[in-house]
């Protein structure tokens, strides 16, 4: 049987996301004007950039969970070092968007895919694995890698 584990991050999230974006995820209005981060200037690019993001929330809850938003707003962090024209200082840690991965966690919850544990995090339902594993098994048949053949 095929889980998430066994075919490659990228190519997992681009199908979920692509599966969040028909049915179960709704972009909110705020989204094209905000920023992902405190270290970053401009907002996202990418068309598809909230289902993106909420299917690497979910991957990353069924890996690491159970997990908090603070946890997750520093994997999604990143390293600064001043305004983009004086990078002088010393590099220091940046979080990501706490407001970006409680909505999207939230509609996550609402879908059915994540759940709360008391005091713990959030971590993936059954319906959510299920959703994740079926999504890596018809990954894996699509890729053309021979070195992932075994795990067929």
């Not at 909110?28 to 909230?50: K, N």
């Not at 289902?51 to 979910?58: C, D, E, G, Y």
């Not at 999604?76 to 590099?91: C, D, E, L």
């Not at 079926?134 to 053309?144: F, G, N, R, T, W």
Request: charged content about 30%; hydrophobic content about 35%; overall charge negative.
């Amino acid at each position: 049987m095929t889980t998430l584990y066994d075919v490659p991050a990228e190519d997992l999230i681009e199908a979920v996301a692509d599966r969040l974006d028909e049915d179960d995820l709704e972009q909110p209005d705020w989204i094209e004007f905000t920023t992902t981060g405190v270290d970053r200037e401009l907002p996202p690019e990418q068309d598809d950039f909230w289902a993106r993001r909420a299917a690497s929330l979910l991957r990353k809850v069924a890996v690491d969970g159970p997990v908090g938003v603070g946890s997750l707003a520093t994997a999604y962090g990143n390293t600064k070092g001043g305004s983009n024209r004086y990078q002088v200082r010393p590099p220091s840690q940046s979080d990501g968007s706490r407001k970006i991965i409680r909505t999207a966690l939230q509609q996550l919850e609402d879908a059915g895919y994540v759940e709360t544990e008391a005091n713990d995090g959030r971590v993936v339902s059954a319906e959510g694995r299920q959703l994740l594993d079926s999504i890596a098994e018809d990954v894996l048949e699509e890729l053309d890698r021979p070195e992932l053949e075994r795990y067929a």
